[in-house]
């Protein structure tokens, strides 16, 4: 967005705390009936959080968006300075315009609360299980790195480029197989918009729909042996089942930030990779999987780290 939040280094960021309870409002109230139609929610506690969380949520959204506002009208630089840089996102909100007219703040806010939200915490998870999973087979761990070396030669810990990261099949591979084990977003919701016939059934029109993407990636008509870390299975997908493979949806509405998702992914994990080797807990770690709208491991992701030497 063009705005330092140090997120990372603030302890306890406020921001972060808001995005939590929010998540965990929403999954509650999904779980409980009662609490679900909106002329009862108001009588929960939940709702109280939820509408605190939101406030908070939108003010600090605001907040960032007037501070790059300002920083931009105090700046000094001319269209040709920026020329050839790569121009925050925020500023391009900033300066869309939509059927002739600039957006309202209000839409800038919708927008940038979107990508915040969907861009944050479904890398995290990701990364997380990935590191996970390599930590628990060395086999496919010791394949990652050698794809790493014969990338990077004898300067392996030189920052990736763009062209490296395209390089990165067999990574590729192992990031696929984690969002297969571990979708990030483990199910989302659609509305049918006509009637659709499923497995010789009607599903009227105007019907409310959970698509399971970790029940369907689990199932082991499409994925042989489902619950088995192998990322040599995407060599063989030939593409004819498109949509059993889901971690980002698909149709439409799919995730806009699919092909940056995995270069973020692919950059953090080249890094960890080139400096650690990953092995598992003594005992193993058990994860327990839930879904705060992200999935998570309720007890963590403890993995242990060993600094590389080449
Ligand atoms: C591992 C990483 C990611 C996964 C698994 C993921 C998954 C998804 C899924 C399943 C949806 C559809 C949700 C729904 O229909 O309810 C979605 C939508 C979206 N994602 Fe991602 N996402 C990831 C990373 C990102 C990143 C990094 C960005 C932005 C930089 C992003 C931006 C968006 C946006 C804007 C939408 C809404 C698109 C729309 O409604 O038209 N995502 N994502």
């Not at 909100?93 to 309202?104: A, E, F, N, Q």
Request: glycine share 4%; aromatic share 12%; net charge neutral.
């Amino acid at each position: 967005m063009g705005v330092s939040v140090n997120a990372q280094e603030v302890e306890d960021s406020e921001y972060v705390k808001n995005v939590k309870s929010l998540c965990r409002t929403v999954t509650i109230r999904q779980s409980r009936f009662y609490e679900r139609p909106d002329m009862l929610y108001w009588l929960f506690p939940n709702y109280y959080r939820e509408k605190r969380a939101v406030k908070q949520i939108h003010n600090f959204t605001y907040s960032v968006i007037n501070s790059r506002i300002q920083t931009l009208q105090n700046s000094t630089n001319d269209q040709n300075d920026s020329e050839g840089k790569a121009v925050p996102f925020l500023d391009m909100l900033l300066k869309s315009t939509v059927d002739g007219r600039p957006l309202t703040k209000e839409e800038v806010r919708e927008e940038v609360d979107t990508f915040m939200f969907e861009g944050h915490d479904t890398t995290g998870s990701a990364i997380s299980f990935a590191l996970y999973l390599l930590a628990s087979d060395q086999d496919v761990q010791d394949h990652a790195l050698e794809e790493q070396k014969t990338i990077f030669c004898e300067d392996i810990h030189r920052p990736s480029t763009y062209n490296d990261l395209q390089q990165m099949k067999y990574l590729e591979r192992v990031i696929k197989e984690t969002l297969r084990l571990y979708p990030s977003v483990p199910f989302y919701g659609r509305k049918t918009d006509q009637p659709v016939i499923y497995k010789g059934n009607v599903i009227p029109e105007d019907i409310d729909i959970a698509v399971n993407a970790y029940e369907m990636h689990r199932d082991p008509e499409y994925f042989p042996n489902p619950d088995k870390f192998d990322p040599t299975r995407f060599e063989a997908m030939d593409g004819t089942k498109p949509y059993c493979f889901i971690p980002f949806s698909a149709g439409p509405r799919n995730c806009i930030g699919q092909k940056y998702a995995m270069l973020e992914m692919k950059s953090a994990l080249s890094k960890i990779l080139r400096a650690f080797r990953l092995l598992p807990t003594v005992p193993e770690h058990q994860i327990k999987l839930t879904s705060e709208s992200v999935l998570k491991s309720y007890t963590g992701i403890y993995i242990r780290v060993l600094k590389r030497t080449f």
